[in-house]
């Protein structure tokens, strides 16, 4: 299920957002990229594949994020494709940790070959790629349930950054909003 959804991102962020065709060109290689590297990986299924499949995806979600804030930034207006990626931009953040937290985990297996895990899961179930999803949103939005709980130095560090970065980006992203709004009507 995590490669479809993977997928669809890719192909979503690429084609479905109001980009300019350089810019969607730009993202075409990567995209294809991490298609590949995901779907090799489901039936290859070795962890150096999926750490390169995780990298890739982390790199390519960070283009889409970074330009999509670029769009919002640039744009004299506040219109429906203005908020939605603004909204695109915040779950991409989500995202963006989700997949940092399982790159910790797969390198510090793979690199260290530490077998304790970065972040402690409540219960012994094998940890899935939605229970660092979950836990990367629980911080974004500083709910902290508790239920999932970062366990070595690099995740507790990480975890700090994904909270910080919800805020800001939520802060910044409607100054920048509001800004444009209050332009606009002031011209009008």
């Known amino acids: 299920?995590?490669?479809?959804?993977?997928?669809?991102?890719i192909l979503s962020g690429t084609y479905s957002l109001d980009f300019a065709k350089k810019t969607r060109n730009i993202l075409i290689i990567p995209?294809?990229?991490?298609?590949?590297?995901?779907?090799?990986?489901?039936f290859f299924a070795k962890d150096i594949l999926r750490l390169a499949s995780f990298l890739s995806f982390f790199s390519f979600n960070m283009f889409?994020?970074?330009?999509?804030?670029?769009?919002i930034a640039r744009s004299k207006q506040v219109t429906l494709t203005i908020i939605i990626n603004s909204i695109n931009g915040y779950l991409l953040i989500g995202v963006l940790g989700a997949l940092l937290l399982a790159i910790t985990e797969i390198a510090q297996k793979f690199f260290f070959h530490i077998d304790t895990g970065a972040i402690n899961f409540?219960?012994?179930a094998a940890a899935?790629?939605?229970?660092?999803?979950?836990?990367?949103?629980?911080?974004?939005?500083?709910l902290g349930y508790g239920d999932i709980t970062p366990v070595s130095a690099f995740a507790k560090s990480l975890t700090i950054v994904i909270a910080i970065s919800?805020?800001?980006?939520?802060?910044?992203?409607?100054?920048?909003?509001?800004?444009?709004?209050l332009s606009r009507t002031q011209t009008d």
Do not use: E
């Open 122 to 124: 409540s219960g012994n």
């Open 31 to 42: 995209g294809i990229l991490t298609i590949l590297l995901t779907w090799t990986d489901y």
């Open 166 to 181: 919800g805020q800001l980006y939520l802060t910044i992203l409607i100054a920048m909003l509001v800004g444009k709004y």
């Open 1 to 9: 299920m995590r490669d479809i959804i993977f997928t669809a991102i």
């Open 64 to 71: 889409i994020t970074v330009f999509m804030v670029r769009h």
């Open 128 to 142: 899935g790629f939605h229970d660092y999803l979950y836990f990367s949103f629980v911080t974004l939005t500083t």
